[in-house]
């Protein structure tokens, strides 16, 4: 996995989380922030995973 969609994806959990605090702390709309910052990051992550394999694919194999 590239490394960038490895950020992604720890920046995707954290907001999960910090969304989920804020909704129990009584912060609706700042959780829902954290919730449109979860779906760009997840977003994110996919497109470099299907980055990183697309550049394999078009790589020839060294054997």
Do not use: H, K
């Not at 490394?3 to 720890?10: F, Q, S």
């Not at 907001?15 to 129990?24: G, H, K, N």
């Not at 449109?36 to 060294?62: C, F, H, I, K, Q």
């Amino acid at each position: 996995m590239p490394r960038l969609a490895v950020y992604a994806l720890a920046v995707c959990l954290l907001a999960v989380v910090a969304a989920v605090v804020s909704f129990v702390q009584g912060s609706v709309l700042i959780g829902v922030v954290w919730i449109l910052l979860a779906g760009l990051s997840s977003n994110m992550t996919w497109y470099y995973v299907r980055r990183g394999r697309a550049s394999r694919e078009d790589t020839p194999a060294t054997n």
